[in-house]
């Protein structure tokens, strides 16, 4: 379930398999003279647990050597994981400082996942039980906040010859982090870049998690970071930075142009424009896309576009 990537002989990138949701998020394992340092940890399952030791074991090493985990946001498929690792070790726990609401606060989970103006304009979902999903997805997996110091923008973390400086970059989620390593051009690009060999998921984001404004500055931030590897969350290395960042970006912009498009044709609803934008399969396992719908939608509105009667939307043009 996780592939073993031995990027440096104290560098490990744990890919996971998986591409279709709940897929647990890919594993960072880094030597220092004291130990290991995990960064995120997949699901709270034995099964997740025992793909990410089998990989440590590979390599000479224990779990119980782990005196450190990083998490780079607090969405659930990162962080869940914790509860089986607390089993074998009390590593320092680090989390961003904007993420430690979500993490250790259902309501505010469910409330980034899936925002009170989603459910209030589509109506299937006024009830969407989003903790009820992660729960038998991702296993329990709310962080004890006493335990978790937190990070902040341009912290440097020293991991072994390492140094990660934390790079914000909200948008998918409020507190969300990428991590550069300057000197090498390493850059963990977690989930803020779109990956093709991990399907369509990314970029995701919801107007309470940054929306599309901030996600397009978060992206222009980056651009310039000169970047030889560059590893995310889900899916395998990019070959091309730039690239990916480019893509990234060029997915946002094309969802407003769709949106914009079919509400130029005529009055829509929320649930009539992400049939445009993806598939029944992804809607049918993630119905929080919606969300994405809904924060292109906040964009119009706040642009001075959008024309709202119902539950039915079109758009005004600007001449
Ligand atoms: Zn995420």
């Known amino acids: 379930m ?25 594993v960072w394992v880094i030597f220092d003279h004291d130990g290991l340092i995990l960064i995120d940890t997949g699901l709270n399952s034995e099964e997740s647990f025992a793909g990410i030791a089998a990989c440590i074991a590979a390599t000479g090493h224990a779990v119980e050597e782990i005196h450190t985990i990083l998490l780079t946001h607090g969405h659930t498929d990162h962080i869940a994981g914790v509860q089986q690792f607390l089993k074998h070790v009390t590593p320092r726990l680090m989390l961003p400082a904007q993420s430690l609401p979500i993490a250790t606060s259902p309501d505010l989970q469910s409330e980034q996942i899936l ?26 997996w709310v962080l004890p906040e006493a335990d978790v110091s937190v990070i902040h923008g341009g912290d440097r973390l020293q991991f072994g010859q390492y140094c990660f400086v934390a790079i914000p970059v909200p948008g998918h989620e409020v507190g969300l982090m990428m991590f550069y390593e300057g000197d090498q051009g390493i850059m963990l690009t977690t989930d803020f870049l779109r990956n093709d ?10 107007s309470s ?15 310039e970071f000169s970047v030889q590897e560059a590893f995310p969350s889900h899916g395998g290395a990019f070959n091309d930075y730039r690239a990916a960042v480019a893509e990234t970006h060029s997915a946002i912009v094309n969802r407003q142009k769709i949106i914009e498009k079919q509400l130029s044709v005529g009055p829509q609803t929320c649930r009539e424009l992400d049939r445009h934008l993806y598939s029944a399969r992804a809607l049918e396992l993630c119905p929080w896309y919606s969300s994405v719908t809904e924060a292109h939608l906040a964009k119009l509105e ?8 119902g539950l039915r939307f079109s758009i005004a043009n600007l001449t």
């Open 2 to 26: 996780y592939k073993l990537n031995v990027v440096r002989e104290d560098f490990l990138f744990l890919e996971f398999d998986g591409r279709r949701w709940p897929t647990a998020a890919n």
């Open 115 to 140: 925002p009170q103006a989603v459910r209030e304009i589509v109506p299937e979902l006024a009830d969407f039980d989003v903790l009820d999903n992660f729960r038998q997805t991702c296993g329990e």
């Open 197 to 206: 060999g991990a399907g369509a998921a990314l970029p995701w984001y919801s």
């Open 209 to 223: 998690a940054g929306g599309v404004d901030l996600y397009l500055e978060s992206l222009a931030k980056v651009a």
């Open 302 to 309: 706040k642009d001075g576009r959008l024309i709202r009667e």
